[in-house]
């Protein structure tokens, strides 16, 4: 069977955060449905979507960048994501855009592309994969669990932008888990805004998967997904008291023992004027408490530095923090003002050269950190899954090591591997971010 005319098709620029990304997936995985073709460039598309991001300015500027980029190559644009939400910004800048929706609004997408640009269906001849269209290589995807957040961090704006908490039910999340274990995922990556309060919204009521109850709470939810048989990785994890009791479970190799913890600070002050949830929490104690359970586990933090007020000794203090804490991986941002974020009336504003001198002092300072976790499980034999293959070898990731976030394995003699495949390697030798390895027989 062959078509009559050309398949409608859609251009695709997805920009910002694995939050983005899932919602990026989700319109593509609906247009694909409705037989629409997809192309990652500008030629041949009938229309160009881009999908902004617009939590900080140099995030809004590229945004918007992209979006003239799209109009001067293609000219039919619509505009979906963070930046969406302020559709007066992306209209005073470029008022032809065809439509303008808000994040996670896949319905309001489609409706804009229908609108432009009806769908050619042809379900005997338009496939979609059971696992949908994914940003991702084959062997790892992000996995959403809920949207939105009901914190008021005084430097953030993702609430006014994505709305509160909103759990997605854990059925649905269950079985999208095992749709993609069973189409070859290796690695899934547990994001949303907070997953630390998972099914707060909904009192941790009750659902049901596979005809099991399941309460809608993270601690039943990991349990769940750790039957699945593949790594599961925890990302956006605020450092709630909730959060001790998965702990159990990365040291029974259920899940990853890995946390990606948003510190932001270590300033007890400085935390309060953030408006950061559990700031009152003693966090040293907390990751000692995590370590003497699974002394394997790897933590994962990032930080602002020259939030105002923020003087000289509480910037000391977030190092010291730094160095009692041993965070296995860190990254850092200079404080940034963000439209519409409360933080901005906040008096003594630290200067801009002060701020990035601090988040370099930062950096620097973390490199011999980072530097003494890797040295310390030299000689260790390890599992990792191998996201690359090329004439100098094989390159991999630890458990500790989330994907273009954290560091990789390289492995000279692993010419024989396969993209996804787990292995056994031997930790060999390390930089300050990456491990070098060999092969162990499995």
């Known amino acids: 069977m062959s078509r009559k005319k050309k398949d409608p098709t859609v251009g695709f620029v997805s920009l910002g955060c694995p939050k ?34 617009g939590f900080i300015d140099e995030a809004v500027e590229e945004s918007l960048d992209a979006i003239g980029e799209a109009l001067a190559e293609n000219g039919k644009v619509i505009v979906t994501g963070c930046l969406g939400a302020k559709a007066d910004v992306v209209r005073a800048a470029h008022p032809q855009v065809l439509a303008v929706t808000g994040p996670h609004a896949t319905q309001e997408v489609m409706e804009a592309v229908h609108a432009q640009l009806p769908p050619m269906h042809e379900p005997f001849i338009d496939l979609v994969p059971p696992q949908g269209i994914r940003l991702t290589p084959p062997h790892y995807a992000y996995l959403k669990i809920s949207e939105g957040c009901n914190h008021r961090c005084s430097f953030c704006i993702i609430p006014s932008l994505r709305g ?9 999340v269950l079985q999208e888990a095992e749709t993609l274990a069973r189409a070859g995922v290796k690695e899934l990556l547990i994001i949303s805004q907070d997953t630390s309060a998972y099914g707060v919204d909904v009192k941790y009521r009750t659902g049901f998967h596979g005809g099991r109850p399941v309460k809608t709470r993270l601690l039943e939810l990991c349990q769940a997904l750790g039957e699945l048989g593949i790594w599961v990785r925890m990302h956006y994890v605020y450092p709630y008291p909730s959060v001790d009791h998965l702990i159990p479970l990365m040291a ?158 390289y492995i000279t003699d692993g010419h024989d591997l396969q993209v996804g495949d787990y292995a056994q390697v031997e930790l060999m030798d390390c930089d300050v971010h990456d491990y070098y390895a060999r092969r162990v027989p499995d």
Not at 24 to 53: H, K, M, P
Not at 261 to 268: E, L
Not at 296 to 320: H, N
């Open 20 to 53: 983005a990304s899932a919602d990026a997936e989700l319109i593509l995985t609906r247009l694909r449905a409705e037989g629409y073709q997809i192309s990652g460039s500008y030629d041949g598309a009938d229309l160009v979507v881009v999908n902004t991001c």
């Open 164 to 172: 509160d908490l909103v759990s997605r039910p854990n059925g649905d």
């Open 252 to 409: 029974e190799g259920k899940i990853l023992p890995y946390l990606d913890v948003p510190f932001q600070h270590a300033s007890p002050r400085i935390l309060k004027l953030m408006k950061r949830p559990a700031s009152s929490e003693n966090n040293l104690e907390r990751i000692k408490a995590w370590r003497s359970i699974c002394p394997d586990i790897s933590i994962r933090s990032t930080f602002i530095t020259g939030f105002p007020g923020e003087t000289e000794a509480e910037f000391e203090e977030l190092l010291t923090f730094l160095e009692e804490a041993k965070i296995d991986r860190v990254g850092a941002f200079a404080y940034s003002p963000v439209e519409g974020a409360a933080a901005n009336t906040l008096p003594d504003a630290v200067p801009d050269e002060v701020r990035e001198e601090r988040r370099l002092q930062l950096m620097e300072f973390q490199e011999d950190i980072s530097t003494r976790c890797l040295e310390a499980k030299l000689g260790r034999t390890v599992q990792v899954l191998v996201d690359d293959v090329d004439e100098d070898g094989a390159i991999a990731r630890t458990q500790w090591d989330a994907p273009e976030i954290d560091g990789v394995v």
